[in-house]
């Protein structure tokens, strides 16, 4: 069992059913040890996951203001091979992004085969701040749900492996890490009067986040609900989260690599032998 709630189908959830300060019994410095751990055998599974080039990974990051979707990456993702891991990052769209459909500007930054991409944000700010703010009438993004679950589908069907992470914090927290923000002079590009305004919004928010998560969790596009008041549950939820994704391909990646290896050792012993 994982430490963050995964979702895959059935379950209908309400936000409120989770404590955004869970920490299943653990202890700050024994939590840290075993997010190293999995760090490494993350390391060790991107370096099969390109060298087969079957599967990519892609990771996606929701979550309110100051809910540590930056530090997430930092932490987490942070130390993975950038070789082959990069962030992409979703703001406000532009005029160019607006004159197109919503998956547009979001299909050209799926990953690779054998690559690793981090959604910082993403396609469900299109049924999240734009539902939130009414930024366009319900006819047009009520129909997005059915149109990111297809979107999803085309995905994992290409060999995407698909892990969606809200990032639970309590109201109480928020307010903790805005004011601190507000004395940290390094943090101070993060700033904002929007992050007070929006936290006006937290219960439309919520039935936003909740409806996204209900409609668009499946077995191939699962959504976790990861305690995010503890910086570093969260770490660790998340990086046991995307381990555990990838382990099942262990074996089946290293059969193909050992087969490659065979087929590859044998052109090299038909060189030597041409050349005697
Ligand atoms: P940040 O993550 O702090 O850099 O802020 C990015 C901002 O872009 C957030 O306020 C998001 O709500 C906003 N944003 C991202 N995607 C969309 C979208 N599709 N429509 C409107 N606003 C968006
Ligand atoms: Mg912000």
Redesign the pocket.
């Known amino acids: 069992m994982g430490l963050a709630h995964r979702l895959a189908g059935k379950r209908q959830i309400k936000l409120a059913e989770f404590d955004p300060g869970e920490v299943a019994g653990l202890k700050r410095g024994q939590a840290e040890k075993k997010t190293a751990r999995l760090l490494e055998e993350l390391t060790e599974l991107q370096e099969l996951l390109y060298a087969v080039q079957a599967q990519s990974l892609l990771v996606i990051l929701q979550g309110r203001?100051t809910s540590g979707?930056?530090g997430t990456i930092r932490r987490v993702t942070g130390p993975l091979n950038s070789q082959s891991c990069s962030v992409a990052?979703?703001?406000?769209?532009t005029e160019e992004?607006l004159a197109h459909d919503?998956l547009w500007r979001v299909h050209a930054q799926t990953p690779a085969a054998g690559d690793i991409k981090i959604f910082?944000?993403?396609?469900y700010?299109?049924v999240?701040?734009?539902r939130v703010?009414e930024?366009v009438p319900e006819q047009v993004w009520r129909p997005r749900y059915e149109h990111i679950n297809a979107f999803e589908r085309l995905l994992a069907d290409s060999g995407t492996i698909i892990l969606k992470f809200y990032l639970h914090i309590s109201k109480a927290e928020q307010e903790k890490r805005l004011r601190k923000r507000e004395n940290d002079p390094i943090k101070s590009w993060?700033l904002?009067v929007?992050?007070w305004q929006?936290r006006e919004y937290w219960d439309a928010y919520s039935e936003a986040y909740e409806e996204a998560l209900n409609r668009c969790s499946a077995k191939h596009a699962p959504w976790f609900v990861v305690p995010a008041d503890k910086k570093w549950f969260r770490d660790l939820a998340v990086a046991e989260a995307m381990r555990d994704a990838l382990i099942p391909f262990k074996d089946e990646w290293l059969k193909k690599l050992k087969e490659l290896g065979r087929e590859k050792r044998k052109a090299i012993d038909e060189y030597r032998r041409g050349k005697k």
Do not use: I, T, Y
């Open positions: 203001d979707k930056d990052s979703f703001k406000v769209p992004e919503f910082n944000r993403s396609h700010e299109d999240l701040v734009v703010h930024l993060k904002s929007g992050d929006e």
